[in-house]
C-alpha cells in the first residue's frame, strides 16, 4: 500500500530545507512516523519528499509504503514532523497527523486530520 502525502505553505514566506525529522525524543522510537493503532506496523518513506523548499501556496508531496498482506484491512493514524527553516535562518518543527483506512482492497484518507503550530528551535 502506498500513501500520498502533500504539505502546502500556507504561510506568507518561504520554507526552505524542507526535511522529515527522524526522531521523536518523547517515544523514543527510530523512524520517521509513529502509528497510532498498531505498534507492530512498520511505514517506510517510498518516495521522500518531491522538493526541498516551498513557496506560499506550493504543495510538496512525498509517499509513505506499508506491505499488507492481501485481504488484511487496516484504520490508522500517522504522526510525523518536518524541520524546515525560513529565508533568514530561523529553523522550525511542526507535527502532523493524517488518519487512513483500506478496507477491501480499496483505501481512503479520514477527514479526521492536524496540522500543529509549527514550534521554531
Partial sequence: MILEVGLIN???ESATNIQ???VFPDKKLEGYFISC???EKKYHIYEYLSQYYAIAREEV???I???LPKGERINDFLKFIIKYYDLIGNT???EFRFGFYMLNDSWGYNLDNSSYRPITN
Fill in 65 to 67: 509504503r506499508l506491505d
Fill in 92 to 94: 522550525y518543527k511542526q
Fill in 61 to 63: 508531496t512525498f509517499r
Fill in 37 to 39: 493503532a498498531y505498534s
Fill in 10 to 12: 500556507i504561510g506568507k
Fill in 20 to 22: 522529515l525529522d527522524p
